[in-house]
């Protein structure tokens, strides 16, 4: 087989080594020839790539392995001249056309590629993973981290001789309307995070750009009113929270990326992947918490200050809702998430949001503006600090709060939502309006509100 005589061949005799069962393997890792340190490796006839793959029907770099250092996740990319690279397996997720040639591989998915021919099937290698999952993404990890230190003897992936299989269909041509064209998020769940009234959370992976995210699926329970108007109250919240996640950029907000699908079958909500929320950080007792509330609170007057601008209001900062990710540095970056009960300002009439967070105007039902997103983050810095043991105490509503001594804060614990700090003047208060949205020459000072 070509397989085999890839593995036979003089050029990579320093790449095989032996499996348990006497079967011979190509090591996969790290350096990759080219120098780059994203690439495990390089296969194809040129003499510089890291797999020589003899054969005129073969590219000089016909394919390779790329990593996210980041993440750990590798893909495979097809690089050939004439789309002669592929992937099979249990299950595979190929290819697909309007789409760039790569695709993730792992330890269930597309572990089988091939080369050569119409069929892509001249050659055909097995990916067989070690170590176990976990370790391998901070091998790769750790890996990126060193900043181009060469790890010489690394071995994150093998490839092996594949036994005979189905061959795979017959590669044709396809016509594509207009509407056909329009792609459709491909993506592999890894994990569960969490679980609501109205769908779960799950961690995944976009099988297309190697990116991890996080999915909100939406669908309708079994228990679900079957009144019209409660239908579409529901379908008016849910779209109303894509449009709005869909028009805001923000380092302090999160990501979104797409959606799909609808309420009845399963409204998927494609968002970026964070470690974990604030409320999480703080219950695991492992972080300093003035550092953290003052990173939280810097972080969430930026995010608010954003939305201010754009009339809309949160309506349900707190804790579980304010997601974090460290950068290289070490340095948390937070991030305000789940926009499912937020609004447009002028549009805000209803009550919304978790009472121990909850603004006095909103939970006695009065009229709404952006001031009560100040007063669910003075709640949540005060919950961050365990301020009057407020994280576990009995505090049912926001006049529980009221009289809540935080100094530094106080302007935003206002009872009076005409009287309350917004947030461009506590970031010009505080931090000499470094992230400000609204022009610093709009901010009104504080006496003003007085």
Excluded at 158 to 163: I, K, L, N, S
């Amino acid at each position: 087989m070509r397989a085999a005589q890839v593995l036979s061949h003089p050029e990579n005799k320093h790449l095989i080594s032996t499996r348990d069962d006497g079967k011979s393997a190509i090591d996969i890792g790290f350096p990759s020839r080219g120098g780059s340190p994203t690439t495990l490796a390089t296969l194809g006839r040129d003499p510089n790539a890291d797999i020589f793959v003899e054969g005129s029907d073969i590219s000089r770099i016909q394919c390779s392995f790329e990593v996210d250092l980041d993440t750990g996740i590798v893909m495979f990319y097809d690089r050939s001249n004439g789309c002669t690279s592929h992937v099979f397996g249990t299950k595979v997720v190929p290819f697909e056309f309007g789409r760039a040639r790569r695709v993730v591989v792992d330890d269930e998915l597309n572990n089988i590629i091939g080369m050569g021919g119409e069929r892509c099937d001249l050659i055909l290698f097995e990916i067989k993973w070690r170590p176990d999952p976990s370790g391998r993404a901070n091998t790769i990890k750790q890996y990126g981290a060193e900043c181009g230190t060469r790890i010489e003897h690394a071995r994150t992936a093998r490839t092996e001789d594949a036994a005979p299989t189905e061959p795979p269909p017959h590669r044709g041509i396809r016509l594509h309307t207009p509407r056909s064209l329009a792609l459709k998020m491909r993506y592999v769940n890894k994990e569960r995070l969490g679980q609501g009234s109205f769908g779960e959370v799950h961690k995944a992976i976009d099988i297309d750009s190697g990116k991890l995210m996080a999915v909100k699926v939406l669908k309708r329970p079994p228990t679900f009113p079957e009144q019209e108007n409660w239908r579409e109250a529901v379908i008016l919240g849910v779209n109303r929270e894509i449009k709005i996640l869909s028009s805001v950029t923000h380092k302090n907000i999160v990501n979104y990326i797409t959606s799909q699908g609808d309420f009845d079958s399963g409204l998927k909500i494609f968002m970026g992947l964070k470690e974990g929320t604030l409320e999480s950080l703080i219950v695991k007792g492992r972080a300093d918490m003035m550092k953290v509330a003052d990173g939280a609170l810097w972080h969430m007057l930026q995010a608010l200050d954003y939305i201010r601008s754009m009339d809309i209001i949160h309506r349900d900062v707190k804790p579980a809702n304010i997601l974090y990710i460290t950068d290289r540095s070490g340095q948390w970056q937070f991030q305000l998430g789940d926009f499912g009960c937020s609004d447009y300002a002028p549009q805000a009439t209803t009550i919304s949001g978790t009472p121990k967070f909850m603004a006095p105007e909103v939970f006695h039902g009065r009229p709404q503006s952006c001031k009560p997103d100040i007063w669910s983050l003075f709640a949540t810095i005060v919950w961050t600090l365990d301020v009057n043991g407020f994280r576990y105490g009995c505090f049912q509503t926001p006049d529980d709060l009221l009289g809540t001594h935080v100094p530094r804060i106080e302007p935003m614990a206002v009872g009076d939502p005409d009287r309350r700090a917004c947030a461009a003047q506590m970031l010009v208060k505080l931090y000499n309006g470094k992230g400000l949205t609204t022009p610093r020459e709009k901010v009104p000072p504080l006496s003003s509100l007085v």
